[in-house]
């Protein structure tokens, strides 16, 4: 049964159940939508056929906003009318939005916000509402997307400052779900689930807790930013919740557990957490079992190539124990990991290469892009099946057949669950007009996470106030990178150490690798 089938299943099961709820902070008011199971389903199926018959092409549709329930509907009814959607959100800045409509050019962008760019093609959430009310006819199912045709597009950062969008099908997606309902202790049938919703849904964590909440017939709880940034309403939101499945960055659960609050005693139905984006620390995780001593703890790695996660391990106190640092587990069913070298050789185990994902949830590569799709993407035959691969860039090792994840081979990293691409900031530096050079590094953690980023910079002019130089130079960005993105750190060098074949010396600048 595909995702779509079960959401209609679910719809006609559970037709008063809040399919999504959430909670937004305005002024000092809190206001809260939802939509029921019945009214996401009926929803979709009418601005379904209204985008069946106004659109021309196939073209994907940008769906833009924040943690709107709208945002599900016009998902659900991008892909019921045969095409992608691209979800984008407010967070991203105003010129990284402008290069995702120029990658895309979509005949529509479905909004739910204001989007901060002047366009005639732009559908409102007023529009959208007023297409609702109407009586539309029904979308025909033959036109829904089929196995192999692109369900979502995610654009994550791309080295040479233009985002690269990820193409994801519907197969690719059906197979994630199939083994996400499996994990900890599996969804059970006919149990009514709660699901916290942290990530963004333009950051592919999101698609975790959306797609295994629809699968079950759950209740997806979100989370909007201003939430998220007050302590005490994020704790009183989690309360009022009773959330029994918690998806997010381990950052996130790092900030939750800097309040002492943060236990089982205000989330006591929730049962399991589930982990992916960056590293899973042994204190955080020790931390957790203590705050919820009852709950699984579900570790995960993948890349947005490969559709979220493709490997897994519940982390008892015994592997947390066993193992520092922590593994990121097994492969899951339809999924290989093999680890090369640099000549594309598998090597011995326990050795240390580039982790390369095999599978049935790899994705069909960069939208728009095929230079980029070749040389990270390819095919191989397994057991008389043919096989989408993908080489990850990330450096791993497998023993005892667990996947340890060891950082970036190239000059990608992770900060905060998000995947950076260090020339994408750099590229980014180098638009301010009094920039002569810049090179950025992040300064790592003890357990090899990264705690920040730090630009190193020269100018064309003399700087004669580093503090309010390097508050400029941060303020300035923002108009090009999401926050999350910007160096915590400026340091003024007058000149940079260069390698013997011209290149910026990175050793010497503290090296990218520990």
């Not at 008063?16 to 809190?30: G, K, M, P, W």
């Not at 580093?466 to 923002?478: G, M, P, V």
């Amino acid at each position: 049964m595909t995702i779509l089938d079960k959401i209609a299943e679910n719809a006609l099961k559970y037709p008063d159940r809040i399919a999504y709820y959430t909670e937004r902070l305005y002024e000092s008011e809190i206001r809260a939508f939802y939509l029921t199971w019945k009214e996401l389903n009926e929803f979709s199926d009418k601005l379904a056929a209204w985008l069946d018959d106004v659109l021309r092409t196939k073209t994907p549709i940008i769906v833009y906003g924040h943690k709107s329930p709208y945002m599900i509907v016009c998902f659900l009814a991008c892909v019921k009318s045969g095409r992608a959607y691209c979800p984008v959100d407010i967070s991203v800045p105003l010129s990284r939005v402008e290069s995702i409509i120029n990658e895309v050019k979509p005949e529509i962008i479905l909004t739910t916000e204001e989007l901060p760019v002047k366009k005639e093609n732009v559908v409102s959430l007023k529009d959208i509402s007023a297409i609702l009310q109407k009586e539309q006819k029904i979308i025909d199912r033959k036109k829904f997307v089929a196995a192999e045709d692109i369900f979502y597009i995610i654009f994550t950062s791309g080295s040479t400052g233009t985002p690269k969008g990820v193409q994801i099908t519907r197969d690719c997606l059906d197979n994630f779900i199939n083994w996400g309902k499996t994990l900890g202790s599996g969804l059970k049938a006919e149990r009514h689930y709660t699901f916290i919703n942290q990530a963004p849904f333009s950051f592919d964590l999101s698609v975790m807790d959306l797609y295994l909440s629809l699968y079950a017939g759950g209740t997806l709880w979100a989370l909007d930013k201003k939430i998220q940034n007050n302590m005490k309403l994020l704790l009183q939101s989690f309360e009022k919740s009773g959330a029994n499945v918690w998806v997010s960055t381990p950052s996130f659960a790092d900030v939750c557990l800097s309040d002492k609050k943060f236990s089982r005693e205000i989330l006591p139905e929730l049962e399991l957490l589930l982990f992916c984006g960056e590293t899973l620390t042994n204190q955080t995780a020790k931390r957790l079992q203590a705050a919820f001593p009852k709950a699984e703890i579900v570790n995960t790695y993948g890349p947005t190539e490969s559709t979220v996660a493709v490997t897994e391990i519940k982390v008892t106190p015994g592997v947390n124990e066993a193992y520092s640092p922590l593994p990121v587990g097994k492969e899951k069913p339809g999924t290989w990991i093999l680890i090369m070298d640099e000549n594309g050789q598998e090597v011995p185990e326990g050795e240390k290469g580039e982790i390369v994902i095999i599978g049935d949830s790899v994705s069909l590569g960069y939208w728009n892009n095929r230079k980029l799709t070749e040389k990270a993407f390819g095919k191989i035959e397994i057991n008389g099946r043919e096989y989408r691969f993908y080489r990850t860039g990330d450096k791993g090792y497998k023993t005892n057949g667990l996947l340890f994840y060891c950082g970036r081979i190239d000059l990608q990293v992770k900060l905060h669950g998000y995947r950076i691409e260090i020339e994408d900031i750099e590229s980014n530096i180098m638009r301010l007009s009094y920039i002569r050079q810049a090179a950025v590094m992040p300064v790592y953690r003890e357990d090899g996470g990264v705690r920040s980023l730090t630009a190193y910079v020269s100018t064309k002019e003399q700087v004669r106030n580093s503090f309010e130089a390097s508050q400029t130079i941060r303020s300035e960005l923002k108009q090009f990178l999401p926050d999350y993105m910007i160096p915590k750190k400026i340091v003024f060098l007058e000149a940079f150490p260069m390698t013997n074949n011209g290149k910026v010396d990175r050793k010497a600048l503290g090296g990218l690798v520990q």
